[in-house]
């Protein structure tokens, strides 16, 4: 199954197109990876849910101006089947398409509104103790006045699933805290064979969202429903919160900028570098200057005028004041 693998060894990188702005950051996304990671020798795929009954319209890329800049970019699209979720719930996409991919070989998942900032083979991945992404907020639970409180709600998951759920705990944050608790953004996680996390994945991910669980009664799970499930999917498999060095990725590696208003407000000057450089090219401007959000942000120089509202050092604190800033500039595009 998983192997432990030495710093630039071989993995398979996936992230998910579909016909709306993924297709556009799937294209930037590729681009970004071969101008900073030119010695990854991995494929790279990007899973593209195919139409069937769990989509009311066809969620595959159709556009061939997309489909011929990822193929220049060496990108090979992977159609996968959604059986479970589809439109009831697309961040279930990143769960199911792990099946499609090559069993038993390693790989890395990105959040397609990633850019690669740095060369990727650096990073020494131990695929034999997945991660995830630790550039969260203590988004879920959401413990109610009568309780359960996060040790509740947690520990009835880890015992819903015969887990250790004390091995688990950050010992050094405070009882009640929501970092004491194992807790991932899903932006990226990895492990040694796609095929074993997905399917542990999908059934974690199904038992929570259908199966009672007294605990979780008042708590929403859309759309936390695959960060709930990935904190336990990791510690069943001997993984933790530990096993990166900091400061790779979501850091000098990658940059998971979400939105580009957002993007263009609080990157470092590498990051916005790295993203108008790859997109500069005449063969992938053409492409992604059809994404309005890129068009007028990128192509139009409007993202530089977002740049000038705030002073990078000093961002307000809260992210919904920068996005109140931007928007009162008329800046706001997605």
Not at 183 to 197: E, H, I, L, T
Not at 222 to 243: E, F, M, N
Not at 263 to 272: F, P
Not at 292 to 320: C, H, S, W, Y
Request: aromatic share 14%; hydrophobic share 35%.
């Amino acid at each position: 199954m998983a192997r432990n693998q030495a710093p630039n060894s071989p993995f398979n990188i996936v992230i998910i197109g579909q016909n709306n702005r993924l297709q556009y950051e799937a294209v930037l996304f590729a681009a970004s990876l071969r101008h900073t990671s030119p010695d990854f020798q991995g494929r790279l795929f990007v899973a593209t849910p195919q139409p069937g009954p769990k989509w009311r319209n066809d969620p595959s890329i159709r556009n061939a101006d997309v489909l011929k800049a990822l193929k220049q970019l060496d990108a090979e699209v992977l159609p996968f089947e959604n059986r479970v979720f589809g439109d009831a719930y697309p961040y279930g996409n990143k769960i199911e398409a792990l099946a499609a991919l090559p069993e038993g070989e390693p790989f890395v998942f990105f959040d397609t509104d990633t850019l690669i900032t740095g060369d990727l083979t650096s990073v020494p991945f131990d695929f034999d103790r997945p991660s995830a992404s630790l550039k969260c907020e203590g988004t879920w639970p959401n413990p109610t006045l009568y309780g359960p409180g996060y040790d509740g709600i947690w520990k009835a998951l880890y015992e819903r699933f015969g887990l250790d759920f004390e091995s688990s705990l950050d010992l050094s944050q405070p009882e009640g805290y929501w970092r004491r608790y194992l807790y991932f953004n899903a932006g990226y996680f990895y492990y040694g064979c796609p095929r074993v996390f997905g399917q542990r994945y999908l059934d974690y991910a199904k038992t929570i969202r259908w199966e009672d669980i007294p605990e979780l009664a008042g708590q929403s799970l859309d759309p936390w429903l695959d960060q709930v499930a990935l904190p336990l999917v990791i510690h069943s498999l001997r993984g933790g919160r530990d096993t990166l060095p900091p400061g790779l990725l979501d850091g000098s590696i990658s940059c998971h900028y979400r939105l580009f208003p957002m993007l263009y407000a609080r990157e470092s000057d590498h990051v916005i570098d790295v993203l108008e450089t790859v997109a500069a090219p005449n063969k992938f401007k053409k492409v992604l200057k059809n994404y309005e959000p890129m068009k007028k942000l990128i192509f139009q120089n409007k993202g530089a005028k977002v740049r000038a509202l705030f002073d990078q050092d000093n961002l307000p604190r809260k992210e919904q004041a920068i996005r109140n800033r931007i928007k009162s500039a008329g800046l706001w595009l997605r």
